[in-house]
């Protein structure tokens, strides 16, 4: 072994990474090669100097003030939006891009804009945040909304040849998402029932899916 | 250890045995802050937040702007907290993003200014390290301050992390046998800077 193949393998050498025929060759030039032992040296301590770095280093100020200051106003934002969480949001966010960007692969842009229908008004919103949801209101609503999305579904199923298979991919995968939401909040609200921020954010959830299947109904009806 | 004993035992700190009591208040924690609780997203970030800005001041090697990629790292694992499932460990949810956060500022700013310069000494925050340093006179962190960035986050990762080169790969964007070249060329400048 040369001292110019001894150094593109030292890497592998010092991480015991070499065969054996190998390893002995190195370890034969090694035990002859002053100056390659010399770079072998180097390498080891440049190894030790990084296994000897703590993983943990404290940060010269508390960095939590100005974290607390920028998610709140996100939080902020998010409850005038009409009531969702971040993680409920970007799960709606995920739906509209991804119906946007799978329509927009393959449809003409006049299929696009017909995905758009109206928002509830800000007006409705406020209502909406307003009332206050005790346990038989909120499990009719649930039940309401439970109707309604069902019924879209069923229409959605009738309709699916209609749409593309990448469309009702999307739709599956983000509608699986805002259901996995419903779970968690329920979850929540089971641990704390009194809690009028989550029944609001229930009650929003489900609103949002049967806007999304209202969305997608609405599309390959006009397709 | 004591943010999350405290954060289920009500300020009082009881050694927690079990690694599953942990996990399990973690999971508390994270499903909390999922609901909004921001008391509760303090105490995972106060659980977090020495590794992730050690990981930032390495990947970086500027000071002030590892305390700017810690903060950016939690507001947005504030945004993606719906997505994580409590599968793993928070932090381990956390690490790769907080590479991809430290990476891509260090990009972004790049395009911005090829001109960048640390302007602080990261050597300076690091606390004396728990051995006695192999060879004196030689400061790793300054060394790997003035490596290309490419080779610094390889080795920080490689060498200092312990990541392998698969998942080096996958949290890069690159192919493994890249990972590599990029580690091979790291070491070598490092151990000219020891020589020099």
């Known amino acids: 072994m040369t001292c110019r193949e001894l150094d593109e393998r030292l890497d592998a050498w010092v991480d015991g990474e070499l065969a054996a025929a190998a390893a002995a060759e190195a370890e034969a030039h090694l035990a002859t090669c002053s100056l390659c032992r010399e770079r072998e040296r180097r390498l080891r301590q440049v190894l030790a100097h990084a296994a000897a770095l703590p993983r943990s280093v404290t940060p010269p100020r508390d960095l939590w003030p100005g974290i607390a200051q920028r998610v709140g106003r996100e939080r902020s934002w998010s409850r005038a939006a009409g009531g969702w969480s971040p993680w409920a949001l970007a799960a709606a966010a995920t739906v509209v891009v991804g119906l946007v960007a799978v329509l927009g692969s393959g449809r003409a842009p006049s299929a696009v804009r017909t995905v758009e229908i109206p928002a509830a008004s800000p007006e409705a919103r406020l209502a909406a945040l307003s009332v206050v949801v005790s346990d038989p209101v909120l499990a009719a609503a649930e039940r309401e909304y439970e109707e309604a999305a069902n019924a879209l579904l069923e229409a959605l199923q009738k309709r699916q040849s209609e749409l593309q298979p990448e469309t009702l991919v999307t739709v599956r995968a983000n509608l699986e998402v805002i259901d996995r939401a419903l779970a968690e909040v329920r979850q929540a609200i089971a641990r704390n029932p009194s809690n009028l921020e989550l029944n609001r954010m229930l009650v929003a959830t489900h609103r949002k899916k049967v806007d999304v299947l209202r969305r997608v109904v609405k599309l390959s009806t006009a397709l | ?196």
Not at chain 2, 33 to 43: I, K, P, S
């Open chain 2, 1 to 196: 250890m004591g943010g999350l004993a405290e954060a289920v035992l009500g300020g009082t700190l009881i050694p927690m045995r079990e690694t599953e009591d942990r996990r399990a208040a973690e999971r508390r924690l994270v499903q909390d802050a999922q609901n909004g609780d921001l008391l509760a997203f303090e105490r995972l970030y106060r659980e977090n937040e020495r590794k992730v800005f050690a990981l930032c001041l390495r990947l970086s090697a500027d000071a002030a702007l590892a305390e700017e990629l810690t903060q950016e790292v939690f507001v947005r694992a504030w945004r993606k907290l719906g997505g994580f499932r409590g599968e793993s460990a928070f932090s381990s949810w956390l690490y790769p993003l907080t590479v991809n956060v430290a990476l891509s500022e260090r990009r972004s700013r790049r395009r911005r200014d090829a001109r960048i310069v640390a302007t602080d000494d990261p050597a300076s925050l690091e606390p004396a390290p728990a051995t006695p340093r192999p060879e004196a006179g030689f400061d790793l962190q300054k060394a790997m301050a003035a490596l290309p960035p490419g080779a610094r986050a390889v080795f920080v990762l490689h060498d200092v992390e312990g990541r392998t080169h698969d998942e080096i790969a996958a949290m890069l964007d690159l192919a493994p046998g890249t990972s590599k070249a990029q580690l091979f060329r790291a070491r070598r400048l490092l151990r000219e800077a020891l020589g020099s």
